[in-house]
């Protein structure tokens, strides 16, 4: 499939967790502007230190930032055959700024309704080591690295509840600019991993 791929639900859909198996089945590189501006804040850049009171809050860092960023890494060599974003566009600025720049194929919406998330958030840890994503109900790590995992400073409550206001109010509305461009595609997240997977490969074959 020509063109780049949009990843896009509200927090803790699984987009992240999904993420995976779409690169390895289109060879897109992931995209995550989520993961760009944490690494930006680990290295303690201006860009982090200016997006960490928002990412803190569960707030969107603003368009020109984002954008900015999204510019800069399509210039890579290995976005040359699209890209998997996952994360992003988030706005219809951000929205209308991709579509000057790069070609987007497909939208893949993963939909979970709000009683969801939180347990989802508010239980998910990291593996710094490997990047994975783990749940301490829905996917438990194995024991021998249980010590090493970390959990985002936005995962608490406080910060899902503005998150998935933001989501309402920002970032659901893409949904119909999408659809309207006749590339939304629905998949039900509210099922088991693997379940959410093979609809997904569905979309892609
Ligand atoms: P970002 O990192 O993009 O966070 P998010 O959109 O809130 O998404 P998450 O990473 O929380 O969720 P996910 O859908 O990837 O879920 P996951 O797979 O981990 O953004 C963070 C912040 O950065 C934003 O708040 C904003 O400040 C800023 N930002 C980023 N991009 C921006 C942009 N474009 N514009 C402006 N600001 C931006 O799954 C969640 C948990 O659920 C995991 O524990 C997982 O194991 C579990 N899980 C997954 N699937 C299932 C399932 N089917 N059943 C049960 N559990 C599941």
């Known amino acids: ?16 967790t999904q993420a995976d198996a779409i ?4 060879g897109k590189p992931q995209i995550s502007t989520g993961d760009m501006l944490r690494a930006a804040l680990a290295e303690g850049t201006e860009l982090g230190l200016e997006a960490k009171k928002y990412m803190e809050a569960g707030e969107l860092v603003p368009d020109d930032v984002i954008i900015g960023l999204i510019r800069e890494r399509l210039k890579s060599q290995d976005a040359i055959n699209g890209v998997l974003f996952d994360g992003f566009p988030r706005t219809i600025p ?3 700024a991709l579509a ?32 994975e994503i783990y749940h301490i109900k829905f996917k ?3 024991s021998e690295i249980s010590s090493r995992l970390i959990q985002r400073k936005d995962d608490n409550e406080d910060a899902v509840r503005t998150r998935l206001s933001a989501y309402h109010s920002q970032t659901s509305p893409l949904a119909e600019w999408y659809l309207q461009r006749g590339i939304l595609k629905s998949v039900n997240g509210n ?10 490969s569905l979309l892609l074959v």
Request: net charge negative; proline share 9%.
């Open 1 to 16: 499939m020509g063109g780049s791929i949009v990843l896009f639900g509200p927090p803790g859909a699984g987009k992240g």
């Open 100 to 131: 000057e720049i790069a070609e987007v194929s497909m939208v893949i919406s993963i939909q979970v309704p709000d009683e969801a998330i939180v347990e989802r958030i508010v239980g998910r840890r990291m593996d710094p080591e490997t990047g």
């Open 140 to 142: 438990p790590a194995p």
């Open 94 to 96: 951000q929205a209308e």
């Open 23 to 26: 690169v390895l089945a289109t």
């Open 191 to 200: 099922q088991a991993m693997g379940d959410v997977q093979e609809e997904i």
